[in-house]
């Protein structure tokens, strides 16, 4: 079995609440999250439920990450459990680090969790969901006001 060290899903949608982000946030959020995790974000992987500018500007943030989106409500979580579920299936995986507070991404970490992957959420105070956050290994919160301090 192949393996890989860490995979990080990133909601910006999530994380910055709402789908359309100022282009300035990206490497904003880039940066808070990689001094959050010990060790840096690993392989990372951006979803949006928008396409067209968000995705120019989220791969801008994130340089080198796989930028994936799929549209409708829950998109940018469809899309990045299913970029792991396609490309990581088969894979032994050190840790999972999700970028969001979304329920949505419980059925995937409990997964990967069952297979020894530790499982790191970061997520807005009062945005993470209950069965996440009891799922999870660890849990980081985001500094309250992170987006003016860090965008200063």
């Known amino acids: 079995?192949?393996?890989?060290?860490?995979?990080?899903?990133?909601?910006?949608?999530?994380?910055?609440?709402?789908?359309?982000?100022?282009?300035?946030?990206?490497?904003?959020?880039?940066?808070?999250?990689?001094?959050?995790?010990?060790?840096?974000?690993?392989?990372?992987?951006?979803?949006?439920?928008?396409?067209?500018?968000?995705i120019m500007f989220a791969a801008n943030g994130f340089p080198g990450a796989r930028q994936v989106f799929e549209h409708g409500a829950d998109g940018a979580e469809r899309a990045l459990i299913g970029y792991v579920e396609e490309h990581f299936h088969d894979f032994?995986?050190?840790?999972?680090?999700?970028?969001?507070?979304?329920?949505?991404?419980?059925?995937?970490?409990?997964?990967?969790?069952?297979?020894?992957t530790k499982i790191t959420v970061i997520a807005n105070r009062g945005t993470l969901s209950h069965s996440l956050r009891h799922l999870a290994d660890e849990v980081i919160y985001l500094p309250t006001d992170w987006q003016l301090t860090y965008a200063a």
């Open 1 to 54: 079995m192949r393996s890989i060290d860490k995979i990080s899903l990133i909601d910006h949608e999530n994380e910055t609440m709402g789908p359309r982000a100022q282009p300035h946030m990206y490497p904003v959020l880039n940066q808070l999250l990689t001094a959050l995790v010990p060790g840096g974000l690993g392989h990372v992987a951006v979803g949006t439920s928008c396409g067209g500018s968000p």
């Open 92 to 116: 032994q995986v050190g840790e999972i680090v999700i970028a969001s507070g979304d329920g949505a991404f419980v059925d995937i970490a409990a997964k990967y969790q069952s297979r020894g």
